[in-house]
C-alpha cells in the first residue's frame, strides 16, 4: 500500500494470533474487528466507518483511494460495502503467513 509516494509495510501478526488462540478465538477476534469498523446503523463496513475508523487506527494519513480500494478489494457481492463474512475472507487473504506451513493446523481446528 502507498501513502504520499512511501510504501507502508504492515507486519503480519495473524499466524501468531492463530497459534496463540487457536482458529476459532482468532475468528471471534476478526468478528470483533469487525464490530469496531462497522457503521452500527448499517452493519456494514461502509466508506464512512472506515473514514472514521483510520484516526482510531492511526493511519489517518491514508487517502480516500486507499480506502476505496480496501473496500472494492473485499466487496464480493458488489455492494460498496463489507459484510462480516467479506471482511474476514479480506483480512484472511491479505494474511500469507496463514497459508504458509502446515494449512491444515487452522482448518482442523475450526471443525474439531
Given at each position: 500500500?502507498?501513502?504520499?509516494?512511501?510504501?507502508?509495510?504492515?507486519?503480519?501478526?495473524?499466524?501468531?494470533?492463530?497459534?496463540?488462540?487457536?482458529?476459532?478465538?482468532?475468528?471471534?477476534?476478526?468478528?470483533?474487528g469487525?464490530?469496531?469498523?462497522m457503521?452500527?446503523?448499517?452493519?456494514?463496513?461502509?466508506?464512512?466507518?472506515?473514514?472514521?475508523?483510520?484516526?482510531?487506527l492511526?493511519?489517518?494519513?491514508?487517502?480516500?483511494?486507499?480506502?476505496?480500494?480496501m473496500?472494492?478489494?473485499?466487496?464480493l457481492?458488489?455492494?460498496g460495502?463489507?459484510?462480516?463474512?467479506?471482511?474476514?475472507?479480506?483480512?484472511?487473504?491479505?494474511?500469507?503467513?496463514?497459508?504458509?506451513g502446515?494449512?491444515?493446523?487452522?482448518?482442523?481446528?475450526?471443525?474439531?
Amino acid at each position: 500500500m502507498e501513502v504520499e509516494g512511501e510504501v507502508l509495510q504492515f507486519e503480519d501478526y495473524f499466524p501468531s494470533m492463530m497459534e496463540g488462540l487457536g482458529a476459532e478465538g482468532f475468528m471471534e477476534e476478526l468478528c470483533q474487528g469487525f464490530h469496531l469498523l462497522m457503521d452500527v446503523e448499517k452493519g456494514l463496513i461502509t466508506f464512512e466507518s472506515l473514514r472514521r475508523s483510520t484516526w482510531q487506527l492511526g493511519l489517518q494519513e491514508m487517502g480516500d483511494d486507499e480506502l476505496v480500494w480496501m473496500l472494492s478489494e473485499g466487496d464480493l457481492d458488489g455492494d460498496g460495502a463489507l459484510n462480516q463474512t467479506e471482511f474476514c475472507i479480506l483480512m484472511l487473504r491479505l494474511s500469507p503467513g496463514l497459508m504458509e506451513g502446515p494449512k491444515q493446523y487452522w482448518m482442523e481446528d475450526m471443525y474439531t
